[in-house]
């Protein structure tokens, strides 16, 4: 029982963070960039929310297939928001189009895909449809990778720790989704705790970032 009061707090209390710094951020959103970003992280409170409901002992179908789309909605999102920043018309538009297709093709194959029950000891983790795994990556991969590069980009031209902490907290939140598979399914609760730790420590002095994107 105390495995799952502690998986139960943990995911209270990271979509409590998670939502409050959603909140400043759409409050505060004055870029195409934030907005994103905004939208990527209310995103990833939902699915902390849908990991509070698996903990307390509550699984269907239609909520774990809404979860594994929303955990790649919230790589997508904040990929979306990075690639703003580049300025260029022609990434962005290729970056939105692929991105459609991409989210299409995996709602198709969570729509026809039979997931079982993924939940061990209150946690998501198990193994998925090979569909599910390759329209996931799909969208996730692609994703990944322009956080870093952009992520990169901007911390050079900036020098600024606090973008260090957006760039840390951004790859930890895109890649905790996938972390059920990791071999003890808690880390991805800890990922969740600290990326959100690390995007708060940015975030929070973020109308000074934003007003240069």
């Given at each position: 029982?105390?495995?799952?009061?502690?998986?139960?707090?943990?995911?209270?209390?990271?979509?409590?963070?998670?939502?409050?710094?959603?909140?400043?951020?759409?409050?505060?959103?004055?870029?195409?960039?934030?907005?994103?970003?905004?939208?990527?992280?209310?995103?990833?409170?939902?699915?902390?929310?849908?990991?509070?409901?698996?903990?307390?002992?509550?699984?269907?179908?239609?909520?774990?297939?809404?979860?594994?789309?929303?955990?790649?909605?919230?790589?997508?999102?904040?990929?979306?928001?990075?690639?703003?920043?580049?300025?260029?018309?022609?990434?962005?538009?290729?970056?939105?189009?692929?991105?459609?297709?991409?989210?299409?093709?995996?709602?198709?194959?969570?729509?026809?895909?039979?997931?079982?029950?993924?939940?061990?000891?209150?946690?998501?983790?198990?193994?998925?449809?090979?569909?599910?795994?390759?329209?996931?990556?799909?969208?996730?991969?692609?994703?990944?990778?322009?956080?870093?590069?952009?992520?990169?980009?901007?911390?050079r031209k900036k020098h600024s720790y606090?973008?260090?902490?957006?760039?840390?907290?951004?790859?930890?939140?895109?890649?905790?989704?996938?972390?059920?598979?990791?071999?003890?399914?808690?880390?991805?609760?800890?990922?969740?705790?600290?990326?959100?730790?690390?995007?708060?420590?940015?975030?929070?002095?973020?109308?000074?970032?934003?007003?240069?994107?």
């Open positions: 029982m105390l495995e799952k009061e502690i998986v139960e707090l943990s995911t209270i209390v990271i979509f409590a963070l998670s939502a409050v710094l959603a909140f400043y951020l759409t409050v505060n959103g004055r870029s195409i960039s934030t907005r994103f970003w905004s939208s990527g992280m209310w995103m990833f409170a939902l699915g902390v929310f849908l990991e509070v409901i698996f903990a307390y002992g509550i699984y269907s179908q239609f909520l774990i297939k809404l979860y594994l789309l929303v955990v790649a909605l919230v790589v997508e999102l904040l990929a979306m928001g990075s690639i703003n920043l580049t300025g260029k018309r022609v990434l962005i538009v290729a970056y939105y189009a692929y991105s459609v297709v991409s989210t299409l093709s995996l709602v198709l194959s969570l729509v026809y895909s039979d997931i079982g029950n993924i939940i061990t000891n209150f946690v998501v983790y198990g193994s998925l449809p090979v569909s599910v795994v390759v329209t996931s990556s799909i969208v996730t991969f692609p994703a990944a990778a322009i956080l870093i590069a952009v992520a990169a980009i901007s911390y606090k973008m260090l902490s957006i760039i840390a907290g951004t790859l930890i939140v895109s890649v905790a989704g996938t972390l059920y598979i990791a071999q003890f399914p808690a880390f991805l609760y800890y990922a969740e705790f600290f990326g959100v730790l690390f995007l708060w420590l940015g975030f929070f002095d973020f109308r000074k970032f934003s007003s240069h994107s």
